[in-house]
């Protein structure tokens, strides 16, 4: 079954920077979009980011200009960069998979991202 372990996650102080990580089993990575999602207090999960197999990437608009989504396909990881962090980016971060046009309802652990003076 394919399995999630998502890191990287802490406290920060607002205008800093994370970097999460994500390494999937049991899919043939490569080949596959992966994406980061997050859910906030009270709020429901949403995208943030996604990466094609062939690099191509998309951002939430909340996002655009301060994260980056990149992928090693030989250690089957995904990755976001995330820059001028604000409070409102405080939140639970987990990756997942597109099968086909939709994506996968199986989650990970997540990591806690909190972004706080």
């Known amino acids: 079954q394919v399995q999630f372990v998502e890191s990287g996650g802490g406290l920060v102080q607002p205008g800093g920077s994370l970097r999460l990580s994500c390494t999937v089993s049991g899919i043939i990575f490569r080949l596959t979009v992966m994406g980061w999602y997050r859910q906030g207090p009270g709020k429901q999960r949403e995208l943030v980011a996604s990466?094609?197999?062939?690099?191509?990437?998309n951002y939430a608009d909340s996002v655009k200009g301060r994260f980056t989504i990149s992928r090693t396909n030989a250690r089957n990881t995904v990755y976001l960069q995330m820059n001028i962090l604000k409070p409102e980016d405080t939140a639970v971060y987990y990756c997942?998979?597109?099968?086909?046009?939709?994506?996968?309802?199986?989650w990970g652990q997540g990591t806690q991202v909190t972004v706080s003076s």
């Open positions: 990466i094609s197999s062939d690099g191509s990437t």
């Open positions: 997942n998979f597109k099968q086909g046009t939709l994506w996968s309802q199986s």
